[in-house]
């Protein structure tokens, strides 16, 4: 049942859009959005496919003046009340800053991810449109991360944003835990906040210097009871969907070796810990699973055993075979590991659908997460929103894709009407809003 929508024909825009699970909550609030953007013409599509307003297509870098232009025609004598923006955060993540420090001592690119310079352009937007509300969402790396902004000079993320907008806005960088708001899944997210509102700079110091109210927060919600009542699956064929239950309650069919180890992994375990399954034998002190440091990285242990240390029985962990013999395969801990039901889900990623993403085995059935149920963990299920093109399904793993890039839908929808709660916008006539000549920052 989607949630009521509330109605106060504030103003928003959109910088990142992907595919518009963030806008849901945004409209929901009762926030009118009236321009997007977004890079990949795919994520564009589908954005159009469940919005009405205008979606301008390309990179910002090359489309903001446009952006700023399409946005003041489009507000007419009105003031932007919000401008939310999702800056790519693969340069920022710790999977990506990883990656990157990899290729790095490699030679294979330099220091820079030129990434994260697309606050960059985000921010000309913010200064030119002057927004009441500026939001930011990413992941928590982005708080430590530094960019070059005017040539060589290098600078905090959340100090340039600061500086950018200037003394007339107040606020700053949060990082927030999602399973705090109601959302079932143990998602951290840095969450930055900025408003030249007076009575929203009340609030903020009030609040001690966040915009998070102790009221916005809801009891954690567990895997147990988001998804306990869904119709149990299996990653057999033939029992491996349930559409007549809903239309994304399905799941891949897996392997016979695959479901092997995984019909022998324990709730909240990983398949690397099984232990002998030969009746004969049945031992429970193989040792397992770990994790090591190596020149400074963490890899996984190259000492677990795979043939049980009492009998010599094979191991049901996740392994190849090779010229007849089998070997382990590298993963970390969080590979082939089931969740736990009494505890919110892990984040969710792209690769959700895939068993041997981190933490994403269904607590006790031999199966991974169900779209549906991805979409209950992401909230996404609480708003009307059709994953489709031109009246087609997109792939599965498109699906993926876009709900493990997205935030929360009802997360920001908190977000935003603490805004409109926490603003004088809603008690005032809409005002003219000056225009402003925006101050480019030189790349």
């Known amino acids: 049942m989607p949630l009521k929508r509330c109605t106060s024909h504030l103003k928003a825009a959109s910088l990142f859009s992907s595919a518009g699970i963030g806008e849901l909550g945004i409209e929901a609030a009762g926030l009118d959005i009236v321009l997007a953007n977004e890079l990949l013409p795919a994520r564009a599509a589908l954005y159009r496919a469940n919005f009405a307003h205008e979606m301008l297509e390309g990179d910002i870098s090359e489309k903001k003046n446009e952006f700023i232009e399409r946005t003041r025609t489009q507000l007419g004598a009105e003031e932007l009340f919000l ?16 990656k990157l420090k990899s290729e790095v001592a490699s030679g294979r690119r330099n220091h820079e991810d030129q990434r994260n310079r697309l606050v960059i352009p985000a921010i000309d937007v913010a200064v030119a449109l002057r927004p009441r509300w500026l939001l930011l969402e990413n992941v928590p790396g982005m708080e430590a991360t530094e960019i070059r902004t005017n040539g060589d000079r290098s600078e905090n993320i959340i100090s340039y944003v600061r500086r950018r907008l200037g003394r007339d806005y107040m606020g700053g960088a949060q990082v927030i835990a999602c399973d705090d708001f109601g959302v079932p899944q143990r998602r951290k997210r840095l969450i930055t906040i900025f408003t030249r509102d007076v009575i929203g700079k009340r609030f903020y110091e009030s609040n001690g210097g966040s915009f998070f109210s102790p009221d916005m927060k809801e009891s954690r919600v567990t895997l147990r009871d988001a998804i306990g009542s869904a119709p149990p699956l299996d990653a057999k064929a033939g029992h491996n969907e349930a559409r007549w239950f809903h239309p994304y309650h399905y799941v891949p069919v897996m392997t016979d070796l695959k479901y092997h180890w995984v019909q022998h992994t324990k709730e909240g375990n990983t398949a690397f810990n099984n232990q002998c399954i030969n009746a004969d034998c049945g031992s429970t002190t193989n040792p ?9 990285k963490w890899v996984s242990s190259k000492e677990i055993p795979i043939h049980c240390h009492e009998c010599g029985h094979l191991l049901p962990r996740p392994h190849v075979v090779e010229a007849g013999k089998a070997r382990l395969m590298r993963g970390f801990h969080s590979a082939y590991r089931r969740m ?13 659908i895939y068993e041997a993403s981190d933490n994403k085995i269904h607590p006790v059935q031999n199966r991974v997460l169900s779209v549906y149920e991805a979409m209950v963990l992401q909230t996404i299920n609480r708003y009307e929103y059709a994953f489709q093109i031109n009246g087609k399904n997109i792939s599965t793993a498109q699906i993926a894709e876009v709900i493990g890039e997205s935030v929360p839908p009802y997360l920001i929808e908190k977000i935003c009407r603490m805004m409109v709660a926490a603003s004088s916008a809603t008690s005032k006539a809409p005002r003219k809003r000056g225009r402003i000549q925006p101050q480019l920052e030189t790349a």
């Open 288 to 296: 397992g699973h770990r994790d090591v440091q190596v020149n400074g």
């Open 83 to 98: 401008l939310y923006a999702t800056p790519p955060c693969q340069g920022m993540s710790s999977n990506g800053m990883g």
């Open 340 to 352: 736990k039901w009494d505890e919110p889900a892990r984040t969710l990623t792209q690769n959700f």
